[in-house]
């Protein structure tokens, strides 16, 4: 059964400092993986995107990483502001004639950065 | 751009009343969707829509009904409410089956 799994749940961090975030997969055939940032009330945006060749990728503060051997990726925060504060999840794409579920969501990291 | 737009952002209902959530797109993606959001849960999809005139269920469509007469609209009819449809709602759009999903900005509806 294709999953993705995120953790931790939740995390609460310092403005400042730096965190990561995992997500594990078991999804098959893989496509491509993205991170969206989703603000309280407001619906998921795109971060990044990894495809099955890219190791790393950075957005500004963001930087995805993905090993595709243990099917793991994380997302790094780097210098947290207050408005890092959202839930982020990872969404695996299944690539192939792999039916009606191209897109299999993780339940989500809320992060909270405090002042 | 609007991108992904989305009507009601809040309603109540009550038990047994039917209802349309309204999403339009204007960025020509033929791959539209229908998720449903609840606390401490991935993004269920209900379901999607591949190009006008096609519609297929996804995860949990009971209780839903979709209809895409044009590229730009896919609403979402909700029929005979019950409370375990409260949640939120999210439409997306994609230019291609595996592409980014660009998201409304969600409709919250309680089924009281």
């Known amino acids: 059964k294709n999953q993705v799994e995120q953790s931790p749940q939740s995390l609460i961090i310092l403005e400042g400092k730096n965190c990561t975030l995992q997500c594990n997969y078991t999804v098959s055939p893989f496509s491509n993986l993205r991170w969206y940032k989703q603000d309280t009330g407001r619906?998921?945006?795109?971060?990044?995107i990894m495809t099955f060749s890219e190791n790393t990728k950075s957005n500004g503060r963001y930087t995805a990483t993905l090993d595709a051997d243990t099917k793991q990726s994380s997302l790094h925060i780097t210098a947290s502001q207050l408005s890092d504060s959202a839930s982020y999840i990872c969404v695996v794409s299944a690539g192939g004639d792999s039916g009606t579920y191209k897109y299999i969501f993780g339940t989500g990291t809320r992060l909270?950065?405090?002042a | 751009n609007a991108g992904v737009t989305q009507t009601p952002k809040f309603r109540i209902l009550k038990i047994g009343q039917s209802m349309t959530l309204q999403c339009t797109q204007d960025m020509n993606h033929n791959y539209m969707y229908?998720?449903?959001?609840d606390p401490g849960m991935g993004l269920k999809l209900i379901y999607y829509s591949v190009g006008a005139g096609i519609t297929d269920k996804g995860e949990v469509p009971n209780g839903?009904?979709?209809?895409?007469s044009t590229t730009e609209d896919f609403p979402l009819r909700l029929e005979l409410a019950a409370?375990?449809?409260t949640s939120v709602y999210f439409c997306a759009s994609s230019?291609?089956?595996?592409?980014?999903?660009?998201?409304g900005e969600g409709s919250r509806l309680t089924v009281l």
């Open chain 1, 43 to 48: 619906g998921p945006v795109s971060l990044t």
């Open chain 1, 112 to 114: 909270k950065v405090l």
């Open chain 2, 34 to 37: 229908w998720y449903r959001q």
């Open chain 2, 64 to 68: 839903y009904n979709v209809s895409r």
């Open chain 2, 83 to 85: 409370p375990s449809q």
């Open chain 2, 95 to 103: 230019p291609r089956t595996t592409g980014e999903l660009f998201f």
